[in-house]
């Protein structure tokens, strides 16, 4: 799994050996004019989980809901979402409203608002088996009485209301819902906000679980980055519409190279460092606005290291070493010329921000 910048004309062959998810170039603008997603490329391999990570409104839930087409109407979108070779994009709608339950699916945050309160969640299971899979009313009650037990809830639960279940056994029914007409790929937005801690660990692994026993893909967004360094392999973050920094999932955690990486990650407790978990580091500011985004480098306006051209250029994603790329001036900046002089500059810069932000 790796995600790339490549050029908007580059197209990568259609080989046999095709991802199971390969995203090019993906730009979606909401229609007042939001740039929630820019250049976006990622894949996906079976068996692989990528963890998607920033802050709220960097643009997480927009590029999960464009993977299905779950965007409002007026939403521009372009780029290519290669499902298993085939482009979600310009699907024909019947084709997509089966590729949302049998190519990929979504589990979303908040199970309660996701489901139907005033049916059975069996029903609710049962109904894509029945829609998409033309089972019998009875094989696609068999059908759901196995999913629930697979996701560790009695199949008897099938005749309870959402009401009637915990928040944990909800998210459990939910992901039992994903998983009813064999997607290749699950896309997990969130899946643990508002379960307490045990639950949330419960829930994570049996993702987890799921997903190696059946060789899935997953993509897990959330803003939780140590949540997603425990349960990816991978991991992308992602600032005001762009990927900025992406490896390995525990080298990213532990050593990011972008600038917004490292803040992200000192925000959160280092594992198996407790002095951390007292002192966590915020990151002074707020995102911009993907309507009116600052130019160049969309992070400089917060960036404690940037330099003069950094309000000019954006960066693409480069190699950062051990397997990690970044999108940053100052990843390998030891090979580029000129380099010295800005990094000189750049550390004035740190000191001035260090400065800013002790006094705010
Ligand atoms: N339907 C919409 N119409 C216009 N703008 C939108 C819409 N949905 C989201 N946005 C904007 O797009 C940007 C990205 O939002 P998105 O929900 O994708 O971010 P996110 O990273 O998932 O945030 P969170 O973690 O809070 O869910 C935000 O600035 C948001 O205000």
């Known amino acids: 799994m790796s995600i790339q910048e490549t050029s908007k004309t580059t197209q990568a062959p259609r080989t046999e050996q095709a991802p199971l998810l390969d995203v090019r170039d993906l730009e979606v603008t909401y229609a007042g004019g939001a740039a929630a997603v820019r250049g976006v490329n990622l894949t996906v391999e079976a068996g692989q989980k990528l963890g998607i990570a920033g802050e709220s409104g960097c643009g997480k839930s927009t590029l999960a809901l464009a993977l299905l087409r779950l965007l409002p109407a007026g939403t521009k979108v372009s780029g290519e979402i290669l499902l298993d070779g085939e482009d979600v994009l310009t699907m024909k ?3 997509v409203r089966a590729v949302r339950w049998a190519g990929a699916s979504i589990v979303f945050q ?3 608002h996701s489901l139907n309160a005033v049916h059975r969640v069996g029903d609710q299971i049962a109904e894509p088996i029945l829609l998409h899979r033309k089972e019998t009313p009875a094989g696609a009650k068999r059908k759901t009485g196995e999913l629930l037990e697979h996701v560790g809830l009695p199949a008897s639960r099938a005749d309870a209301y959402p009401h009637e279940l915990s928040g944990g056994q909800r998210q459990r029914v939910m992901i039992a819902m994903a998983l009813a007409c064999d997607p290749r790929l699950i896309i997990a937005d969130e899946p643990t906000t508002a379960l307490d801690v045990m639950i949330q660990a419960q829930i994570l692994r049996l993702i987890e679980q799921l997903v190696t026993e059946q060789d899935l ?3 897990m967004i959330s803003h939780d980055l140590a949540v997603l360094a425990d349960t990816c392999d991978r991991l992308a973050v992602m600032y005001a519409g762009r990927v900025v920094e992406e490896g390995p999932a525990l080298q990213v955690y532990e050593d990011a190279r972008h600038p917004y990486g490292k803040a992200l990650s000192a925000a959160f407790p280092r594992i198996g460092d407790p002095a951390s978990r ?3 580091r915020g990151l002074p500011g707020d995102p911009p606005d993907p309507s ?4 160049g480098c969309a992070f400089h306006p917060r960036c404690a290291v940037a330099v003069e051209s950094c309000s000019r250029e954006d960066q693409a ?3 950062a070493g051990r397997a990690r790329r970044a999108a940053c001036v100052h990843v390998g900046e030891a090979e580029r010329p000129g380099a010295k002089a800005e990094a000189e500059t750049g550390t004035e810069a740190e000191a ?3 400065a800013r932000s002790s006094t705010s």
């Open 93 to 95: 709608w019947g084709r």
């Open 110 to 112: 908040g199970a309660m």
């Open 217 to 219: 893909g997953l993509i």
């Open 278 to 280: 007292f002192a966590p």
């Open 292 to 295: 009116d985004l600052p130019s």
């Open 317 to 319: 994603l480069r190699d």
């Open 352 to 354: 001035a921000g260090e």
